[in-house]
């Protein structure tokens, strides 16, 4: 009899039609005269039931061995739980690649409580786990829902390059390239390229990979990774962070409408509770204020004092405490980039912003950009930075300057905030850290 090829998510809506279905085995449960097992194509998984001649053949089947099942979809009666509510029931199959049993067996490499460096080299089998795949399956919504905001808003998606000659967030955190014998990096962040595209293109955006030489082993820094940039122009800081709150909502709210998305959601954060603008926003001092009436303690062990930098630790601790989403504002010039405009009313600050999100802390960085090429040209020499090989970002100030802001989201770190992970390296694909580059 015939069977027409279906992928699992599509086969839940084919009650009682005869199917194919190709995938690997995820769950196995197998007797003499009967066998369970869970199938997994990438869509979704498919609980299905071999009896007779088709279990007797499945005797020697092996989890992640790969398979085409022909049979009959049924649905399941009301109280009978499985992935979409039906059941395979399989009277023909074709074996396609049998995976290892014994010492090499998938469950052997994956370990439940196994050392997690030992799990990081075995990422390519983990990756087929459901909490893996799950958060992977959310990323790949947040992208595209982050896309289709900035689309609707008429915001334009250009492509800077990776590898670079100039800095944005400081020395300290470059990778050094060496680019046919020049001095080269890998880029830290598209800010100054994005910039250069205003006059030209208006209002852009960039989903790139920024590296940084993070030294330091902590829950929410890696050595790579997908940085959501834009860039908008004639705005106001005000303008600024309405827009990054809008983005932050609207884009959720299409993750949670997805339907692919939005359950697994709820399975990996059952309560998470989707932001809703205005945020709170609170001014730098004001949470060195916080900080000091909270009895939290500065990088020194000392009480906070205005000037500081509010490293991880502290910043969580308050965003934990104070438990919604914050826009925290209006740095001091000394601890925040040398592009950073300052504040008309007060020049001790700048036109700043962080969002920090419980559990995480910050999950996003920006700015309005100083416009004024002499000021620009004061920020280079306070940090000592050599304006040189900046002509082509200086330039913009000369050439029609305009005032503009923009601001950079580390994908990995909104992920793990709405996908109750404990670490970022838990929402990448294949992450990097100091000591890891492989596989
Ligand atoms: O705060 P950052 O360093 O700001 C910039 O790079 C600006 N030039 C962005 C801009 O205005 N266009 O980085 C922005 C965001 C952070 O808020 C954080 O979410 C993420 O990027 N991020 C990292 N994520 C993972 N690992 C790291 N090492 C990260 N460093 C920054
Ligand atoms: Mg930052």
Redesign the pocket.
Known sequence: PKAKPFKIIKSYNAIDERVKISGWVHRLRNKKSLCFLVLRDGTGYLQCVLTGDCAKASANLTLESTVSLYGTIKKLPEGKSAPGGVELSVDYFTLIGLAPSGDESFTNKVQENADPSLLLDQRHLMLRGETLSAVMKVRASLLRSVRRFYDEEGITEVTPPCMVQTQ??GGS?LFKLDYYGEESFLT????LY?ETCLPSLGDVYAIQE?F?A?KSHTR????E?T?I???LCFLTFDELLSHIEKLIVTAIHYVLEDPVAGPLIKQLNPDFKAPKSPFMRLEYKDAIKWLQEHGIKNEENEEFKFGDDIAEAAERKMTDTIGVPILLIKFPVEIK?F?MKKCIDDPRVTESV??LMPTVG??????MRIDDEEELMAGFKREGINPEPYYWFTDQRKYGTAPHG?????????LAWLCQRYT?RDCSLYPRFSGRCKP
């Open positions: 944005v967030e955190t830290q962040s598209s800010q994005l920024s940084r993070e929410r820094h890696l050595s990774y940085h940039e834009a860039e980039s592009y962080d969002v910050e999950i996003t960085g920006g700015s923009g601001y950079g989201i580390g994908t990995e770190r909104i970022v």
